[in-house]
Nanobody, 121 residues
């Protein structure tokens, strides 16, 4: 089993930045690809970013490409999401996930509880 705990959410301003962290425990972190998803009220959970096991490959949703950066520190069992140039439409609960690299929710077996990000205009 893998336990994932997100942190770093909160209130941000449009044009500003926030950094989310996700700490993993319970299994070899480096054996998992990691992803970030988000869910806004009344909407489906959607893919944000994914990073492979080594950290050498990353992919992004079009809506965040060029503004968000996913990274990982395997020695710290942690994955990050740096969010720059925030927009009000980035407001959502952000979830960390562990599993197979890519944008499909079905590829991820492990999920955190989520952290709220609210962006004011």
């Amino acid at each position: 089993q893998v336990q994932l705990v997100e942190s770093g959410g909160g209130l941000g301003q449009a044009g500003g930045s926030l950094r989310l962290s996700c700490a993993a425990s319970g299994r070899t972190f480096s054996s998992l690809s990691m992803g970030w998803f988000r869910q806004a009220p009344g909407k489906e959970r959607e893919f944000v970013a994914s990073i492979n096991r080594s950290g050498g490959l990353a992919s992004y949703a079009d809506s965040v490409s060029g503004r968000f950066t996913i990274s990982r520190a395997n020695a710290k069992n942690t994955v990050y999401l740096q969010m720059n140039s925030l927009k009000p439409e980035d407001t959502a609960v952000y979830y960390c996930a562990g599993g197979s690299y890519g944008s499909s929710r079905e590829g991820y077996n492990y999920w955190g509880q989520g952290t709220q990000v609210t962006v004011s205009s």
